[in-house]
Structure formats: C-alpha cells, structure tokens
C-alpha cells in the first residue's frame, strides 16, 4: 500500500508494511454569571492554570486556584479532553473530529523568568477532521492525533494553535488499515504506533520521519496506552505487562500472570517507574481490580501492590516528586512511594463509590497538576483541590455533573 504525506512542508511518498493499531446527567443551572462580552487577555502578575471539565451537553472551564467556573460552553455529544501540548489549549475529541478550546490562559518564557497572561476561554471554530477522533499525544515538541476511523495520524506542532482562524500545518500518515490506537512522536521527527488489525492488536512498531518502519514488536497482545517516564522511555500497555522504547530498542517487562492487562498507564519524567492499572480476568465484562503494577523500567520488572480497594482508569495519578497517585472507590486519594510500593498517606476526598457498568458513565476523576490532585465527584457535583504535600482540601460546588477532567499545564 502506498500512502502520501507531507512532512516537514515537503510531499513525500512512502510504502508502508501493514501497519494497524490498538488503541450523566446534569442538575438544574443557574443563570449564567459570566461575561456576557469576552475579555481579551492581558499580562497579569500570577499564573493563572484552569482545568476543563465536561458533563452531558458541554464543557466547563475552571480556575486552578479559587476553582471557580470561568465559563461554561454547550456542546453535545459524548466529549473527551486532551492537553494539546502548548499549555494552552485543550483538544475535544468530539464528533467529528478533535475541536480547540482556548482555555484563556498561559505562561510564556522569556529569559531567566517568565510572563503570565489570562483573558476569556473561548470554544474556537478550528476542528482538526477526524472521522472517529482517538488519542492525542503530545511529546518531542508536537501533538499526533489519531482518526480510529480512517487510520490517518495528523502531527503539528501545538505552537500553531495561537491562530484563531486557522489551523497549523499538518504532517498526515495514514496506516494501512483503520482501528482503535495511537502514535507517540519522537525525537527527529519519527515515531511509534502500535499495530494490528480490527480484530486484534499485537504490538509497536518505530517509523522514522520518512514513514518507513525501522524496528518493531509484535510482543504486546492487546496493546492499549502509552506514557512517558523518565530519560524519555516510552512504555505501552498488554494484556501481559508492558513493552519498553528506550534508546531506539524494545524490551518487554513480564506480568506475573498470564493474563495481566495494564491497559492505562501514568508516567512522569521525575521518576523511571510507571504506574498502572492491573486486571487478570480476561472474561470479565467489569473487572474492578485491587491492586496496582508498578513498572521499573530500568529493570523492566512489574511489581504488584494491593490496595484493599478498587479503582478505575481515572484513578491513576502522579505526585510532583513521582509519587503514585491512586483513587479508590473507598473515596481515599492513595500516595504511594513508586520505588518501594510502600503506601505513604491516605487522604479521604469523597464518600466511597461504585464504579458504574458503563464506563462512559460519570465517576470519581483525577487529575493533578504539580502539588495538587483535582479530583471530580459526580455524586455531589463537587470539583475538589487536593494539597498532595499538606493534605489541604479546597472544595467547590460545579453548576453540572461533571465527567472528564483535563489540565493543559
């Protein structure tokens, strides 16, 4: 199969081997406080970080330090939130393709300090086509997004997103068959999607900037995930452990099962051990696990913790030293210690829960953001700032129920 792109501004053709991948309601409003005219943004003292949060019928944007909503903006459909990369921008993986929110606020550099900025948050009319709109990943300086539907992985650099009529120019590549995965760019301008086909997905393959394959795994069933630790090592999830990218090479750490899925991951460049979830009933139509897997990737080992509670794939954080951050279903935020598996603190946040059957359905999320773990609860329409070094828990009251939470920073 031969497929175009452009990379770099240049047209390009490449032949590809068979590349395939893996991968509530509201309450009663009241009137909208916000202003009625946007305002623009302008140099301000502090920075300013918000979140983005959405419920059934939109999207919310919140302030990071007194949690109040900044505005609100109707948009239907089931919406997922991914940072785009820029500290800026949010990406909504909506229907049709992944829409740009401009959260309003960011950070510029400048030398040996730094210049903050806040203005109106504003749900842009730019809309990256997609027809099944997947993951975006942002890393080595620019964001893949992947189409489950066609197979096409759009890359720009986030830097492009300050125009507000118009998208960045595109880098396109466009696998061999259609399926539910992801790209995670690196360094050079290559990158690495996972592979297999509509009816499984078996591994990861590393293609350089030109589109042609240079190295490949096909050792990760059921491949699902990705994140980054430290040195830059990339590690994806199977049903029997993860694989490992360092260095321009893949190594597989084992579970210690034979069926052991780590399909979510949590990473953090100040630490070399991975956090993920941990299931070991294939059949299972729910599985609602006890127990973590900590991944060394120095080692390429799995270590296993207990946690005398459940959890779900938004439960998984990390600390700003690389603790391991994990809600339960007791309502208790975990902070464990990634290099021993030792629990340090256990901070209650929320009455204990129930993971639903539908997991689109609302529930308990985490999202943290240097010393501090947001985590959302549905049951009391509830946004609470958790302080991971003191304990502190600041609370605020959402005008919806919330689902998904994201920060850009």
């Not at 749900?123 to 489950?148: I, M, S, Y």
């Not at 993860?242 to 084992?254: H, L």
Request: one cysteine or more.
């Amino acid at each position: 199969m031969t497929t175009f792109f452009r990379y770099g501004g240049t047209a390009l053709t490449a032949a590809f081997a068979t590349l395939a991948t893996a991968c509530a309601g509201t309450t009663g409003a009241e009137e909208s406080t916000y202003p009625a005219t946007p305002v623009p943004a302008t140099e301000v003292s502090s920075a300013q970080p918000r979140l983005t949060l959405t419920y059934d019928g939109g999207v919310l944007v919140a302030d990071e330090g007194d949690l109040a909503v900044v505005d609100e903006f109707e948009l239907d459909g089931f919406n997922r939130l991914s940072p785009a990369g820029d500290g800026r921008h949010v990406l909504i993986s909506t229907d049709g393709g992944f829409r740009v929110l401009d959260t309003g606020s960011w950070t510029e550099a400048h030398g040996d300090h730094d210049h903050h900025y806040a203005g109106s948050p504003t749900l842009t009319a730019l809309k990256f086509d997609a027809e099944k709109p997947g993951h975006a990943v942002a890393h080595a300086g620019v964001t893949a997004l992947f189409d489950d539907g066609t197979g096409r992985i759009d890359v720009f650099d986030p830097a492009g997103l300050e125009s507000a009529t118009e998208l960045p120019p595109l880098d396109s590549y466009t696998l061999a068959e259609a399926h539910h995965g992801l790209a995670v760019p690196v360094p050079g301008g290559g990158m690495l999607v996972t592979l297999g086909d509509s009816d499984k997905r078996t591994g990861v393959a590393l293609l350089d900037k030109s589109g042609a394959e240079i190295v490949r795994t096909e050792d990760c069933p059921g491949i699902h995930g990705a994140t980054v630790a430290a040195d830059g090592v990339v590690v994806f999830g199977c049903e029997d452990g993860t694989v490992i990218f360092r260095k321009g090479s893949f190594e597989k750490a084992s579970a210690p099962d034979p069926y052991g899925r780590i399909g979510n991951q949590s990473g953090t460049v100040n630490s070399p051990v991975v956090l993920g979830d941990y299931k070991t009933d294939p059949d299972a139509e729910l599985e609602r696990p006890e127990r973590i897997a900590l991944v060394d990737t120095r080692t390429a080992s799995v270590r296993l913790v207990d946690l005398g509670t459940s959890y779900t794939f938004r439960s998984l954080g990390r600390g700003p030293h690389g603790e391991a951050l994990v809600l339960g279903t007791d309502g208790d935020l975990r902070i464990i210690d990634p290099e021993t598996g030792e629990l340090v603190r256990r901070i209650p946040v929320t009455e204990p829960w129930i993971e639903p059957d539908d997991w689109q359905s609302p529930r308990p999320a985490l999202e943290v953001h240097d010393t501090t773990a947001f985590v959302i609860d549905p049951a009391t329409n509830s946004l609470h700032a958790v302080d991971v070094v003191s304990g502190e828990i600041r609370s605020a009251e959402l005008p919806y129920t919330p689902n998904e939470i994201s920060s850009v920073a």
